[in-house]
């Protein structure tokens, strides 16, 4: 089956309760817009940045990305953004599989907060025992 090499490839990715609907592009350099907004303006810290960007360092090759991002917190949504990625890339490419798997990018990190139990104060916190 031969691809159209400027066609756009589609991926989720998923963190906590952030989801990342990622559409991958090849292009002549390395851009993103996420909300339709700048990259640079949606995650405005350098860490946040590294946290998306790490993809790229595993890929040769340069790729417009546009993501539509809801729900959970920034640093969530940062890494449901990298998972959405690298979906998208193995899906074009499957030689990147081992690279991004050995770094951890194509794992959906299940860790979400506990739910609060009857009778407590947190997921865990009991209140104060006292005997009397």
Do not use: C
């Amino acid at each position: 089956m031969k691809t159209d090499e400027n066609k756009y490839i589609e991926a989720v990715g998923r963190r906590k309760t952030s989801v990342a609907r990622v559409r991958v592009t090849p292009a002549i350099g390395t851009s993103l817009s996420v909300n339709d907004k700048e990259f640079e303006k949606y995650f405005p810290t350098p860490a946040l940045r590294q946290t998306v960007m790490s993809v790229f360092d595993h890929t040769e090759g340069k790729f417009a990305v546009t993501a539509k991002l809801k729900g959970g917190g920034i640093a969530s949504q940062a890494e449901a953004l990298r998972h959405g990625i690298s979906r998208a890339l193995v899906s074009r490419d499957p030689n990147l599989r081992t690279r991004l798997k050995v770094k951890g990018f194509l794992k959906r990190d299940p860790r979400a907060k506990e739910r609060r139990k009857f009778g407590l104060k947190k997921a865990r916190k009991a209140p104060k025992w006292s005997k009397r």
